[in-house]
T-cell receptor, first 112, second 113 residues
Framework: GDSVTQMEGPVTLSEEAFLTINCTYT??????LFWYVQYPGEGLQLLLK?????DKGSNKGFEATYRKETTSFHLEKGSVQVSDSAVYFC???????????FGAGTTVTVRA | NAGVTQTPKFQVLKTGQSMTLQCAQD?????MYWYRQDPGMGLRLIYY???????DKGEVPNGYNVSRLNKREFSLRLESAAPSQTSVYFC????????????FGPGTRLTVT
């Protein structure tokens, strides 16, 4: 079935460092891909998404490109801030389906 | 516009007790979902409701029941709680399939002793 594998954490960075979190997926057809973020004590919220191959999603300085040839959707940010400390989840929604399949989540801590 | 609300925020149960987690959304979404979040396992879908009047099992439905009360409300019931059901429970909603964003509530932290 459909699944998502993302880089294990935790990841600890200094402020202004470059962040990348790897995500690969297994799916039939043409799924939509998402990155969700969970700040401490809160529910998940959508960070960015891409619905077809070669699409780039971007938000709050984060970017991810839908790469069908490598079945990947890696998350990147060029200069992280302390406020980016959170858990990041990669997810996919199969073509013509309601449901999301989530990766295990990657905890990111940014130190001043 | 409150989005997705959940009650209660925290709950402690003894093994064998029952309880219902409540969820409501005010975004006029057709689809609603219940997930559980456990360390190192991401979110796993318990049940979902594609539209008012329908419910379907997700990945981990055993020990749970759901009711789609109306378009706004979707409740999750534990009939006889077990320690394995200690988790954080999230409700979510969405308005279209295949690429539709899901909106999450703040979660309910449940401990079963």
């Amino acid at each position: 079935g459909d699944s998502v594998t993302q880089m294990e954490g935790p990841v600890t960075l200094s402020e202004e460092a470059f962040l990348t979190i790897n995500c690969t997926y297994t799916a039939t057809g043409y799924p939509s891909l998402f990155w969700y973020v969970q700040y401490p004590g809160e529910g998940l919220q959508l960070l960015l998404k891409a619905t077809k191959a070669d699409d780039k999603g971007s938000n709050k300085g984060f970017e991810a490109t839908y790469r069908k040839e490598t079945t990947s959707f890696h998350l990147e940010k060029g200069s992280v801030q302390v406020s980016d400390s959170a858990v990041y989840f990669c997810a996919l929604s199969p073509d013509n389906d309601y449901k999301l399949s989530f990766g295990a989540g990657t905890t990111v801590t940014v130190r001043a | 516009n409150a989005g997705v609300t959940q009650t209660p925020k925290f709950q402690v149960l003894k093994t064998g007790q029952s309880m219902t987690l409540q969820c409501a959304q005010d975004m006029n979404h057709n689809s609603m979902y219940w997930y559980r979040q456990d360390p190192g396992m991401g979110l796993r879908l318990i049940y979902y409701s594609a539209s008012e009047g329908t419910t379907d099992k997700g990945e981990v439905p055993n020990g749970y029941n759901v009711s789609r009360l109306n378009k706004r409300e979707f409740s999750l019931r534990l009939e006889s709680a077990a320690p394995s059901q200690t988790s954080v429970y999230f409700c979510a909603s969405s308005d279209r399939r295949g690429g539709g964003e899901q909106y999450f509530g703040p979660g309910t932290r449940l401990t079963v002793t």
